[in-house]
Structure formats: structure tokens, C-alpha cells
């Protein structure tokens, strides 16, 4: 699955194109060191796959180059900042 990220500067979004639709992780910048991760959606029939996994951690690898701090607002994100310490380095 190839992953692309749309950056627009103040706002963003990381999405894969499939037969089944686009999944995407979309964020939007709070300052100039802190985004939040505001919203994902997968396709129903690509859910359970380990989909949006793949964008957040697209999403996770640009954070950290970019040198920002992430707001994890959306509930799937939210829950994987809490479950994952691979992640709490980049939370804000």
C-alpha cells in the first residue's frame, strides 16, 4: 500500500488509495510546533487490517522530522498514544 502525504501547510493529510476507497489520517497545525491528528477513516472493508496503523505511523515518522509535537484529538490516535511508548516521545 503506498502512502502519500498531502501537506496544504496549515492543514494535512496522509491517505492510501485502494479498490475499496481511501483511508486517510488528517491533521491540521495548532502553532508552529504542534499539530493534532485530528481525524482517520478506513474503508469498512479494508477495517481490521492494520490500515491505520500504516497512516499513523507515516503520520508519527513526519512529526518527528518535522520537529512537532502531536495533539492526538481522534479516538483511534488518542488510543494508540496511550497504548504505544514508542509514541509518547512526540506527544504534546
Excluded: N
Amino acid at each position: 500500500m503506498e502512502i502519500r502525504h498531502e501537506d496544504g501547510g496549515r492543514q494535512g493529510r496522509f491517505a492510501a488509495d485502494t479498490e475499496a476507497g481511501t483511508a486517510e489520517l488528517t491533521w491540521r497545525r495548532l502553532d508552529e510546533t504542534t499539530v493534532a491528528f485530528d481525524h482517520t477513516f478506513v474503508p469498512t472493508a479494508l477495517r481490521g487490517q492494520g490500515v491505520a496503523a500504516k497512516l499513523l505511523d507515516a503520520a508519527v515518522a513526519w512529526a518527528r522530522e518535522a520537529g512537532v509535537k502531536v495533539v492526538p484529538q481522534c479516538s483511534y490516535v488518542r488510543a494508540e498514544f496511550a497504548r504505544k511508548a514508542a509514541y509518547r516521545d512526540i506527544a504534546a
